[in-house]
């Protein structure tokens, strides 16, 4: 009986470890996404402070030299961001300019509560950090002809990044942040293509453009989603104005945790009956034992 029992806690005890495995499974995603948007805040945090110590003058400086780079660009041919060494070759001085401790800007996307550190190329080592400049595209500082691309990952393990730009539309907002100078895009157009479709990123004389880019769709990363937004007037605060629209909560989170608690409460609801019956049935045992010793003893 006691090593029956001893069975009973062992299998008591193994099932709420898988039950906890499981849920630790789960839910693993949602915490490594939060703790790497946590260094990601601390990034952004460190790039606003070195940017706040630099005077106008420094500024400006660095301003100017990505213009120039900027206008030295014309007629380089785009490739895809996501195939290493498919570009044109830049030179060193491109990984200089706007290079604060590694950082060039942030890109923030209201909607799908982005917002990430902008580094420098699209190299794989670069997109496992946050969000990548095209090298070959101008330098995201606003201008009329210019039309950067800025890309990221999507359906990461542990980062979402750009995982939820397929939620965005026609007439959403994202905002760019290079040194004291933060610009309004509108989304103008939406497409899904292939890598190798690029029409969509040429350039516009009379526009200011950036296109925000990342594979689809997830998990097979075929086709090429590409956001492009067209700058529109800013506002302060403005971004604060804009709804999440996938919700205040984290529903695949909370759907986790529901059937988690409620497959939980079932094992101990059956646990307790299970006793309970087992109790009974001793207390039944015991009363006919009882009662076999009272007609034996009086016989």
Not at 84 to 94: F, H, K, L, R
Not at 144 to 171: K, P, Q
Request: glycine fraction near 6%.
């Amino acid at each position: 009986m006691a090593k029956l029992k001893i069975n009973k806690k062992l299998q008591n005890l193994l099932m709420v470890v898988l039950l906890f495995l499981g849920i630790g499974i789960l839910v693993y995603p949602d915490i490594a996404n939060w703790w790497y948007n946590n260094r990601h805040v601390a990034m952004l945090q460190e790039y606003s402070d070195v940017v706040d110590e630099m005077s106008a003058e420094e500024i400006e400086y660095e301003l100017e030299r990505a213009r120039v780079f900027n206008a030295s660009l014309s007629g380089i041919h785009i490739e895809d961001p996501f195939v290493p060494q498919s570009g044109s070759v830049i030179s060193a001085e491109y990984y200089s300019i706007l290079n604060f401790d590694g950082v060039m800007g942030i890109i923030e996307v209201p909607a799908i509560d982005v917002s990430l550190p902008i580094f420098h190329g699209t190299s794989d080592e670069t997109l496992d950090r946050g969000a990548g400049h095209m090298e070959n595209t101008p330098f995201p500082i606003g201008g009329y002809g210019n039309h950067s691309i800025i890309t990221a990952h999507t359906g990461l393990v542990n980062m979402r990044l750009f995982t939820d730009l397929i939620l965005l539309e026609e007439g959403d907002l994202f905002f760019v942040e290079v040194l004291n100078k933060r610009i309004a895009y509108e989304v103008d157009r939406i497409d899904i293509v292939y890598p190798h479709e690029i029409e969509i990123l040429v350039s516009y004389e009379d526009r200011d453009l950036i296109t925000l880019v990342t594979c689809t769709p997830y998990g097979v990363n075929s086709h090429r989603l590409l956001v492009r937004g067209t700058r529109t007037e800013y506002f302060p605060n403005m971004a604060n104005e804009i709804s999440d629209i996938r919700g205040p909560l984290n529903i695949r989170l909370i759907i986790i945790i529901g059937f988690s608690l409620l497959f939980l409460i079932i094992i101990i609801f059956f646990q307790n009956k299970k006793r309970k019956l087992a109790k009974s049935f001793d207390q039944l045992v015991e009363q006919e034992y009882e009662e076999w010793k009272r007609r034996k003893d009086y016989d």
